[in-house]
């Protein structure tokens, strides 16, 4: 068991309290397969020239139309490319099939009950991904166990935080939740996002499922198989007011 202390935690969610196998098999694909249609369906939605325009400014090429547009989505689609613009129209199309009910969002069985826990001992969650904020919004609010986005105070993005490999992400994600001064935990299933995390002075934790095809290890990180394997408290008073280290890490 990982001990922690602090009183906000930052949650990546594919591979994380959720499954990659999900996103990979279940969610892109009904994008990829959607693109087209969306495109041909939204034609006087103010939403797809402000798409044209991002695809334009990421691809660095002012000169693509509609078509072209559509073809470089497809091939970030293809490449699972973290590409802003490709995550907001997957975001809009899995919406619609949320509403529609085609669709679910994933989470592990331990995850309501965790974050209840947390909430419950006075701690802020907030998620960061690179699916869009909307995106996750509709995730958490599709789950099996119900409407989950109760349990979470706020969501970050590609857009609103930057790329998870850059630790001027995790500092601007700092300044936008606040809060005490020891620094937020931040959980995923990735080694280079905990190590962007680290370089800001973040405490990272990594989680690996047991059926994880990489391993139950995240190289580099003190990792654990599930969420209620880590045992995250509160910052004690007086630490969240006057403490500007990072919180002890314990193992037992």
Same mark, same amino acid.
């Given at each position: 068991?990982?001990?922690?202390?602090?009183?906000?935690?930052?949650?990546?969610?594919?591979?994380?309290?959720? !499954?990659?196998?999900?996103?990979?098999?279940?969610?892109?694909?009904?994008?990829?397969?959607?693109?087209?249609?969306?495109?041909?369906?939204?034609?006087?939605? /103010?939403?797809?020239?402000?798409?044209?325009?991002?695809?334009?400014?990421?691809?660095?090429?002012?000169?693509?139309?509609?078509?072209?547009?559509?073809?470089?989505?497809?091939?970030?689609?293809?490449?699972?490319?973290?590409?802003?613009?490709?995550?907001?129209?997957?975001?809009?199309?899995?919406?619609?099939?949320?509403?529609?009910?085609?669709?679910?969002?994933?989470?592990? !069985?331990?995850?309501?009950?965790?974050?209840?826990?947390?909430?419950?001992?006075?701690?802020?969650?907030?998620?960061?991904?690179?699916?869009?904020?909307?995106?996750?919004?509709?995730?958490?609010?599709?789950?099996?166990?119900?409407?989950?986005?109760?349990?979470?105070?706020?969501?970050?993005?590609?857009?609103?935080?930057?790329?998870?490999?850059?630790?001027?992400?995790?500092?601007?994600?700092?300044?936008?939740?606040?809060g005490s001064a020891v620094? /937020?935990?931040?959980?995923?299933?990735?080694?280079?996002?905990?190590?962007?995390?680290?370089a800001a002075g973040w405490?990272?934790?990594?989680?690996?499922?047991?059926?994880?095809?990489? =391993?139950?290890?995240?190289? =580099?990180?003190?990792?654990?198989?599930?969420?209620?394997?880590?045992?995250?408290?509160?910052? /004690?008073?007086?630490?969240?007011?006057?403490?500007?280290?990072?919180?002890?890490?314990?193992?037992?």
């Amino acid at each position: 068991m990982t001990n922690l202390r602090a009183d906000a935690v930052v949650l990546d969610i594919e591979g994380t309290i959720g !499954s990659l196998t999900h996103v990979r098999d279940v969610l892109f694909p009904y994008a990829r397969r959607r693109l087209a249609d969306w495109f041909g369906r939204h034609r006087d939605d /103010p939403r797809l020239e402000a798409l044209l325009h991002a695809v334009r400014e990421e691809a660095g090429r002012p000169e693509l139309d509609e078509t072209g547009a559509l073809a470089v989505l497809v091939a970030w689609s293809d490449a699972d490319v973290k590409a802003a613009p490709l995550k907001t129209v997957q975001g809009w199309i899995w919406a619609e099939g949320y509403a529609e009910g085609d669709l679910h969002g994933h989470v592990y !069985s331990e995850v309501p009950s965790v974050l209840r826990r947390w909430r419950a001992d006075g701690m802020r969650v907030f998620t960061y991904s690179s699916g869009s904020a909307k995106a996750q919004l509709d995730w958490f609010g599709h789950t099996a166990y119900g409407d989950l986005t109760g349990l979470l105070d706020d969501r970050f993005d590609l857009e609103n935080a930057g790329p998870k490999n850059d630790p001027g992400s995790y500092r601007r994600i700092g300044l936008m939740i606040g809060g005490s001064a020891v620094p /937020p935990v931040f959980l995923s299933d990735t080694a280079y996002e905990l190590d962007a995390a680290a370089a800001a002075g973040w405490t990272g934790v990594g989680v690996r499922r047991d059926d994880d095809p990489r =391993g139950t290890e995240v190289p =580099g990180h003190v990792t654990v198989t599930a969420l209620d394997r880590l045992h995250l408290g509160p910052a /004690p008073a007086a630490t969240r007011a006057h403490d500007q280290t990072v919180g002890e890490v314990f193992f037992s």
